[in-house]
């Protein structure tokens, strides 16, 4: 075994045995200890798969288009041919690396601060198995694989908002519980025709259409792009989103928004647009319509939200209608705007949340008609709140510009009347994305502190700033250098335009 | 060398603003602990002013060495085959500005010093947060210094947008204004809606070019249709950030912010940031002609609209608001009949005379407390420094000979009178005949409401009578004593070669009027006699009495002209509305329709399988026949298919 191998199993296996330890030890706050180490362990893992062979030279015809740095592939169920294939390359590895580092963080914080509902000890485990589900996800080469780990994450989210969640858990909870899973049944037969049609469930043999009739191409995509759709969430599969990030503990809400919604948008990527190239090319102006649909209706919620925790969930909605809107386009500009739009808006809606989760600790309430003059009495929690929403606004120069700004020149550049609209309208949701972000720091940070913001301290726990300052930095060097996500991600991305595109 | 210079001039105020923004924002307890406030604001306004003083340096070593246009660029990223590059493209006319830019912002911070400081009979709120407020200015410099210096256009891009997120910041800064939040919001989002036309415009370049590098973008050969395109989309960016109708409406409200914040916006940042990428770019611009064509229309409408807003304004800030809307008027107006030298000229003694008049404007305020000039009146012998100053800035304004404004000003109307007579400009000559005789309209109207301005406020009667007004203390005087010089002698440069050389634009294919940057002749007498009846006019309406407003000669016009046509109401009426009510419609329509159908099927589910468990709830007798007929019906069944095969 290579010490690439090794660190593929390692980044899997201490989330899992860490869950294990968490759930072993008696006392709560060692137990919460354990699992944070076990998190920054598989952290530690994750970041050094970058280094191995990274030889992209030109892609031709006859290479394949996913030529993983590391790849493990061994024999799992030989009777059905299943395999335990996991690799990673330029497309998965930020994402891995951005789970491994939410997770951390999410872990760190719950050292300091657990929510209501339940023991620590079980939250900090579920966090690990949501992580082993989430990686293993990104990870998996092989379709039914990529199913499983797809469907280990729901239960364990599942338990964290109904346990530790606001007072309307249980129902959110179901609600998301039924929604994905309706999405994963629709997963499961498109897995099931591709690997009928196919004779194999080999993510590397598969992508480029592997010999798969037109028809098969279009019935799989359809089914693999609506499981997607409802994980990502696309409008108008969006519904289950924003009941559960309200009602989810911060924590659950930071990895919902920050990796969880990038399932989708990765199985987009990697196996709907791979596998059934020609299903994507048929399949592209609708998506790239729901997609500016997604980008204006969230918007415009969001104008009219009075929720704090809601609005940032809407929000979300409009960030992933521009990283669907780049996926739509198909074309190498699109798909990179899309994968750095993926991270930007991990790391700055897992900081937004962490940030209106504070605030609502601190106020014991979310209503943003309740909440204003945060700049009087805790300055630096406003300053950190305007920071976050201006980058998730898209000011240039910050993570979240790159996506949004490159989705929009994407569909300029695919040109064509359908297209150039799509980008003209994806603007102007940049115009009301501004708009509704300063009306929430107006309403929070502005004016005369209220009642509930009155009694709210300046100062910040040094848990709080541990796991908030790094996603600042992040936010800010992606930003500065968008070289850091997209270096590695230009060969495969080119090589699957090239398979799109033949 | 000399890029070096240019990409350490924007990282200077950078550094310097970021670090500023580390500090603590606020004391603890603003009563008891005053020592840790006074020590970070102590080391607040030290950052501040090196950054600045340090950026001026900069720009001057910047200015002595370039000698001739110098470009350096590295890859940032590469997306998919359009490169966006890291560089600096530098030349006389970036040199020029930035020196402009650094010296209102070392003016500005210094200013601030003694502007915002906590006085014996303030209340507590004042001067709360220092530190973060000279960061926000650090960092507002060091946008405008990339905007100036960027070699790429994304580049630009973000210095154009973060310098829209300074000003947000720094406007809202005053706590005890309740309509600064408000303002602040609608100077960015005004801004912001531009932006969405210069994304798009960068957009068709750069797909066009396959590279955001400005040398690039030039030296690509367009489409006329993309270039057209492409240049009106960034023009609309161009009217939001130089407030140009229709997109001006939010520079008077941005008043709500401190006065030095005011002069900085003014003079040297943000809006002079539009004109000065129309110059960047004057190429794609002049190989369009449409697109000068509509920015002539643009500023000769913003020129007429923003002066005669100016003439009813009773706010002292809102006059020199609405004059800065028309005085960017002139120069883009400048740039529609083919002259970016005369452009960049006005630009340069703009910034000079409008931040002399806004910090001059502040130390009134700050003497009597009051922005209003219906409760000034007399100042002239208690503050005879800062009238002084406001005659040489308020001369510069109006284009009283030899102050910089009427050297610059005259430039603008040579070129633009050559565009019309004799059909020099790149676009139709009568964009020249618009833009030449709203100017001339503009030279009259702007020495009327200086005039009013200098009389209602300095002459005349104390109509308060309580306050004791006092010239400003030397933290405030050093910065409006040094700018009255280049405010009047700026214009006197335009004579050196070396300052007009810096200023010419080899690109530019326009003959004629582009020889010199200022034209002696007898074309001078035209504006200098309308200058005469603009102030002739004033003087008399004052002098038949002196306690009144002069503005009352505009007799039912007056309210008009107070709400600038009222064209707040109208794009309150026509945009802000329509998409509050399209905001409800939508949430209302996520929740009841979208939701309610994943709801109502959840519903329908569970309702069915309610409906299926009472079926089976059945009493014993016909429970008994439904099993019975059940295994009746499955006999029947194998009998049927068994006996078949």
Known sequence: MSFGQVLLVAVLAVPALGAVAVA??????????????????????????????????????????????????????????????????????????????????????????????????ALVALLLVVEVGILGTFLALDLVLFFLFFEVVLLPMYAIIAGWGGADRRRAARKFALYTLFGSVLLLVGVYVVVAAAGTADVVALTGGAGLSRGTQLAAFTLLAIAFAVKSPLWPLHSWLPDAHTQAPTVGSVVLAGVLLKMGTYGLIRVAVGVAPEGARWAAPVLGVLAVAAILVGSLVCLAQTEVKRLIAYSSVGHMGFVLLGVATLTTTGIQAALIGN?????????????????????????????????????????LLAFAAIASLGLPGLAGFWGEAFAVIAAVQVGGPLWTTLGVLAAVGGALTAAYFLRLLRQVTHGRPSTAVGRVGPGLAGAELTAWVPLVLLALAIGLAPALVLGVAEGPVDALVGVVFP | MTGLLGALLPAVPLVAGLLGLLLPPAPRHPTTNAEGGDRARRVAVALGVTGAAGALALAVALLVTVDRPRETSTTWVDLGGLTVTLGVRLDGAAALVAVAVTAVALAVQVYSIGYLRRGPHDDLDVDHRYPPYAAQISLFTAAMLLVVVAGDLLMLLVGWEVMGLCSY????????????????????????????????????????????????????????????????????????????????????????????????????????????????????????????????????????????????????KRVLAWSTVSQIGYMTGA????????????????????????????????????????????????????????????????????????????????????????GTGPAPS????????????????????????????????????????????????????????????????????????????????????????????????????????????????????????PAAALGPLRPVFARAFRLDDVQHTLVVRPVRALARVARTGDEVVVDGAVEGSGRAASGLGAGLAALHRAALPRAAAGVLAGALLIGLAAALIGGVR
């Open chain 1, 24 to 121: 072993a030890t008696p006392r709560d706050r060692a137990a919460r200890l354990v699992g944070t180490v076990a998190a920054a362990l598989t952290l530690v893992a994750a970041v050094p798969l970058v280094f191995g062979d990274r030889s992209w030279f030109a892609w031709s015809a006859g290479a394949p288009a996913v030529r993983p740095w590391h790849e493990l592939d061994l024999p799992w169920v030989p009777g059905l041919e299943l395999r335990f294939h996991l690799g990673v390359d330029g497309i998965s590895w930020p994402l891995v690396v951005l789970t491994a580092l939410l997770t951390l963080l999410c872990c760190g914080y719950s050292l300091w601060r657990v929510p209501e509902g339940g023991s620590g000890r």
């Open chain 2, 430 to 549: 009568w964009v020249g005949w618009l833009v030449w005789l709203a100017g001339l309209a503009g030279v009259a109207i702007t020495a009327w409401y200086a005039g009013r301005l200098l009389l209602r406020a300095f002459f005349g009667e104390p109509r308060l009578p309580l306050v004791r007004p006092h010239d400003p203390p030397a933290l405030l005087r050093w910065p409006v004593l040094l700018l009255a010089v280049p405010a009047a002698l700026l214009g006197l440069a335009g004579f050196l070669g070396a300052f007009a050389d810096r200023l010419r634009f080899a690109t530019v294919p326009v003959a004629g009027a582009e020889d010199a940057l200022v034209h002696l002749g007898p074309g001078l007498l035209l504006p200098l006699a309308l200058l005469l009846v603009g102030a002739g006019l004033v003087l008399l309406g004052w002098r038949r009495d002196r306690a009144a407003d």
């Open chain 2, 169 to 316: 910041l720094l406007i809202a800064h005053d706590r005890r204004l309740p309509g600064a939040p408000a303002a602040a919001m609608k100077a960015f989002l005004v801004t912001r809606v531009g932006d969405v036309g210069f994304l798009l415009g960068i957009a068709l370049l750069g797909v066009s070019t396959g590279s955001f590098r400005i040398a690039d973008v030039l030296a690509h050969d367009h489409s006329t249709a993309t270039l057209t395109a492409a240049g009106l989309l960034l023009l609309a960016g161009v009217a939001g950030k130089s407030a140009q109708f229709p997109l001006h409406t939010w520079l008077p409200d941005a008043m709500a912010g401190p006065t030095p914040i005011s002069a900085l916006i003014h003079a040297a940042t943000m809006v002079a940031a539009g004109v000065y990428a129309v110059t960047r770019l004057y190429p794609l611009f002049t190989a369009a002609p449409v697109t000068l064509t509509v920015l002539g229309v643009i500023g000769s409408i913003t020129l007429l609209l923003g002066a005669l807003a100016a003439t009813a304004q009773d706010d002292i």
């Open chain 1, 343 to 383: 991270v930007a808006h991990g790391v700055i809606t897992g900081l937004l949340f962490f940030l209106a989760g504070a605030v609502k600790d601190r106020t014991g309430t979310g209503s943003l008609a309740e909440l204003s003059g945060l700049r009087e009495t805790a300055p630096r929690l406003a300053g």
């Open chain 2, 335 to 422: 740039l529609a009949v083919g002259s970016p030298s005369a452009a960049l000229f006005h630009l340069l003694t703009h910034a000079a005379f409008k931040a002399l008049l806004f910090l001059a404007a502040g130390a009134v305020i700050h003497a009597v407390g009051t922005t209003l000039m219906s409760e000034m009146g007399g100042l002239r012998r208690t503050m005879p420094v800062t009238f002084w100053c406001t005659v040489v800035g308020l001369g510069a304004l109006a284009g009283v000979p030899p102050l910089a404004g009427f050297w610059s000003k005259d430039g603008v109307l040579a070129v633009a009178e050559a565009a019309a007579r004799e």
